[in-house]
């Protein structure tokens, strides 16, 4: 059966409504779909934000995970305009941009690769990006550390032999994020501080924005890399130059709605090589498309922690 969940902006406010038709956006390949995820992107589409819903009416779903009709291989989308310029993955079917869609590593299957989505591929591009810039010891923090991207992110570095360090508002997930490889914990801070702080971080990943990202290039050490990835907090960057004069410290963007072939397919190997599945099947839930609606408004709520994995058939 056919299905699709489509957000509609009215005057009366915003309708969501489970069709049992197709919705194909632009793209040249045909997904059969059977997995998409839940994230903040998602949430505010559910909510009919202008910010994320371009189009109107709208199938949201950033993620698609499925087989390509034509050759059948399992393809996984992450990003790449789905769920906010095109429809998305909360369908049975979509068209999606070639280009973009990644042959799902052999040692996964279609959940895991859900379960990964976009906040996965996100995080894996913040760590890759951290290493490039010659991040290889010392603190690294991450901040929204109970989030899709901050959990994994987490995970991958401690993996990797980092030592890791958790920011989060939600200290009453201490053991989890213990469990998945934070050495220690801090409170989130939500006031900006001195534009030079005690230097601490030799690189940070940001899932935020705001005062926490200011906080966080103030107190990393000299040529350290702080990679931002999120606005939870706000897009405004109320900071000074002086974290990037005088340390020295380098501000890497992490764009995964538009990373080109070659950065997606860097971030999926080194998915490949260092995620625990058994950690990622831990941190993950998993719902149906009629069940997308209210998990979104707990999201949106902070009431969710981890990834959600939406099964479309």
């Given amino acids: 059966m056919n299905q699709s969940l489509l957000v509609t902006r009215t005057d009366d406010g915003v309708t969501t409504e489970l069709r049992e038709e197709l919705f194909l956006g ?7 779909v059977s997995h998409s995820s839940l994230n903040y992107k998602d949430a505010m589409a559910l909510r009919g934000d202008q910010g994320v819903m371009r189009v109107d009416p709208l199938v949201p779903g950033i ?4 087989t390509d009709a034509e050759s059948g291989r399992l393809v996984t989308v992450n990003g790449a305009g789905l769920g ?11 068209r999606v ?15 895991h690769a859900a379960a990964i989505g976009t906040a996965g591929f ?18 690294v923090l991450v901040t929204g550390a109970t989030g899709g991207v901050g959990s ?26 213990r469990d998945l490889g934070a050495g220690a914990l801090i409170g989130r801070e939500d006031e900006k ?15 935020v924005g705001s005062h926490t990202l200011v906080n966080a290039c103030a107190q990393t050490v000299w040529g350290g890399t702080v990679t931002a990835c999120g606005l939870a907090q706000g897009p405004d960057l109320p900071a ?16 995964s709605v538009d990373a080109p072939r070659l950065v997606r397919e860097r971030a999926w190997e080194l998915l490949d090589a260092t995620l625990d599945l058994n950690v990622l099947t831990g941190l993950t839930s998993t719902i149906s498309l009629s069940d997308v609606v209210s998990a979104g408004e707990e999201l949106m709520n902070g009431q969710r922690r981890g990834r959600t994995v939406v099964e479309t058939a």
Wanted: net charge negative; charged share 20%.
């Fill in 26 to 32: 632009d793209g040249d390949m045909l997904v059969d």
């Fill in 63 to 66: 993620d698609v995970v499925g």
């Fill in 84 to 94: 906010e310029f095109r429809h998305g993955g909360y369908t049975t079917q979509q």
């Fill in 97 to 111: 941009p070639a280009d973009a869609a990644i042959p799902v590593p052999e040692r996964f299957d279609a959940w």
């Fill in 122 to 139: 996100t995080a894996a591009m913040s760590v890759v990006a951290l290493r490039e810039q010659g991040v290889t010891d010392g603190e």
């Fill in 152 to 177: 994994i992110a987490v995970h991958l570095l401690a993996r990797l032999g980092y030592d890791v360090v958790a920011s989060t508002g939600r200290p009453e997930h201490g053991d989890w994020l």
């Fill in 193 to 207: 501080g001195r534009p030079l702080q005690k230097a601490r971080w030799a690189g940070v990943v940001d899932c």
């Fill in 240 to 255: 000074t130059v002086l974290p990037f004069i005088l340390r020295g410290v380098k501000l890497v963007g992490i764009n």
